[in-house]
């Protein structure tokens, strides 16, 4: 298990763990913990071992983590745009491009902007 601070928010912690079937089954590669005191980033780490992983990966996961946290909504389509607006911000460009290809996927009637 490793622990650091969100690359995109530091006052947002990481935790990397090493996640079983029921974890994927219901979160995938990530999810995010509105504790009382400060929200979690729960990533797993074995997404570094899949032969697609970059660090950009992990980026487009944290912003998508991040816009559940900053709108307190588990609206997944909510969370993809509010991360592609981090992103951009950030001037993030390949890890944009990874979120906004993940989101047109998954909402392909749905138009994304910036």
């Known amino acids: ?7 995109l ?3 947002v912690t990481v935790i990397e763990i090493e996640a079983d079937d029921d974890f994927h089954a219901k979160f995938g590669w990530a999810c995010t913990i509105l504790g009382e005191t400060q929200p979690v980033i729960v990533v ?6 899949e032969e697609w992983f970059t660090e950009d990966h ?21 969370a993809d745009e509010r991360g ?3 992103l951009w911000e950030a001037t993030h460009w390949e ?6 290809a993940r989101a047109q996927e998954a909402y392909p009637d749905m138009q ?3």
């Open 58 to 78: 992990l980026l487009a996961i944290f912003a998508h983590e991040l816009g559940h946290i900053q709108l307190q909504s588990e609206d997944e389509f909510k």
């Open 9 to 11: 928010d530091e006052s």
């Open 44 to 49: 797993d780490c074995l997404i570094r071992e």
């Open 112 to 114: 994304f902007t910036h």
């Open 95 to 100: 890890a944009f491009d990874i979120l906004l």
């Open 84 to 86: 592609m607006e981090i």
């Open 1 to 7: 298990m490793e622990t650091y601070n969100c690359p």
